[in-house]
Every structure is written in structure tokens, then in C-alpha cells.
């Protein structure tokens, strides 16, 4: 529950220091400028302020590592859904728009994973889990999207080490396999989900975990 509120708070900080001209750049999202990724970040607050406050009468059918669907390939950006946040973000016009709005309704999303009760049961997606669990979830999507939001900012702000360092440990959870003791949690994230390619150095070290190394890169929806 902490680390949700850490990497929550640090990716919304970042967001409203970013000058207006940096939400036109590219982001680590295929197919995404900074101003698409924002808004599909007040798509997720408002996620979680729904599923917050559905409960579930039924016992969780999944956890934070199982939440995850992991694909055999990296998003294009051409997924219908992926194609509708771009026009939603375009219908802001103004960047202070996307900022007011994810501050609105993000803080009060950070307020609700605060308030929850971790063993409470909430539907989403047609699935059960504990609020705990579904905010564990949140540690993984907003740390990789922090890191998607500074991919081509060079001196913007990063992500907490904590929140590095938990998001690390749900990707080796949800591979079944861990990076190479060698690699920064930074390094390990970008390249355990495919954000970069691995240099000649770290396919060498990943060789060294023999069928274990197949496990990367996690391609996460």
C-alpha cells in the first residue's frame, strides 16, 4: 500500500513539473506522444476509483502476478483502445487541461488506495481480487509508465527506488525467473519488458540463466 502511494505520488509530480512543449514529444509507448500516455494515466486513476468501490461478494480469482496478461509480441499502438486515447488526448488541446485533470481526479485516486481496506474484495474485469493485491498491480503499471514518461526527458525526474525495486520483484514473480544481480532495477525493467534491447554485455549475463533467459522480454497487457 505504500509503494502504490510513493510511485503514485512521484508519477504525478513528475507529470505537472514537465514543461508544456515536452507533452508533444515521443513517449516509451509504442505509438504515444507524452499527452497520450497522460491521458491514458486519468484513465487509470479513474479505474481505480471504480473498481475501489465495487465490491465483490465472491472469493478473489486472481492475484497481482496473475493479473497480467502476457503476450508473445510488443504493443504496435494500433489497438483500438490504444488509438482512442490518442483522440482523447488531442480533444485537451492544452496541456494544462491533461494536468488539472489527472491532478483532480488522480489525487483523489491516490486518496482511495489510501482509505482501502488491503483484505477488501473488488471486482475488475470480470475477475475478483483483494484491494491490496489489485493496488500491488498499480507499483508495476505506474513505475514502467514513469519510466515510459522520461524515456526521451533527459533530466526529468525518476522513479522512487522503492517503487524500482518493488516493480522489479513483481516482474521476476510474473516471469517465474530473475534478472541478473548485475542489472540496475532501472535496466532490469526496460529490458525485462522489452522497452529496450538488451546490450551485447546483458544478452551475454542473460545466456548465463540457460532456460531461464527465454522467460525475456515480459510483454505485459
Request: aromatic share 8%.
Amino acid at each position: 500500500m505504500d509503494l502504490f502511494s510513493r510511485s503514485w505520488t512521484a508519477l504525478r509530480t513528475a507529470v505537472a513539473e514537465l514543461p508544456d512543449e515536452d507533452f508533444a514529444r515521443p513517449s516509451g509507448c509504442a505509438g504515444w506522444l507524452v499527452r497520450d500516455l497522460v491521458c491514458h494515466l486519468i484513465i487509470d486513476a479513474q479505474d481505480v476509483l471504480i473498481t475501489l468501490v465495487t465490491p465483490a461478494e465472491t472469493e478473489p480469482t486472481r492475484t497481482a502476478v496473475t493479473y497480467w496478461e502476457v503476450a508473445g509480441t510488443p504493443p504496435t499502438g494500433d489497438d483500438p483502445l490504444d488509438a482512442l486515447t490518442v483522440r482523447m488526448a488531442a480533444a485537451y488541446e492544452e496541456p494544462w487541461l491533461l494536468k488539472f485533470h489527472l491532478d483532480d481526479v488522480g489525487s483523489a485516486a491516490g486518496r482511495a488506495g489510501e482509505l482501502a481496506d488491503p483484505g477488501l474484495w473488488v471486482s475488475t474485469r470480470d475477475e475478483v481480487f483483494t484491494a491490496g493485491d489489485y493496488l500491488s498491480v498499480y507499483v508495476l503499471e505506474w513505475t514502467l509508465h514513469h519510466l515510459d514518461l522520461i524515456a526521451h526527458l533527459p533530466g526529468a525526474a525518476e522513479p522512487p527506488a522503492e517503487s524500482l525495486a518493488g516493480a522489479r520483484v513483481m516482474l521476476e514473480r510474473i516471469a517465474g525467473a530473475a534478472f541478473p544481480a548485475s542489472w540496475s532495477d532501472t535496466d532490469a525493467l526496460l529490458v525485462g519488458t522489452g522497452r529496450r534491447a538488451a546490450t551485447d554485455a546483458e544478452q551475454a549475463e542473460l545466456g548465463e540463466l540457460g532456460e531461464l533467459a527465454a522467460k525475456f522480454p515480459v510483454f505485459l497487457g
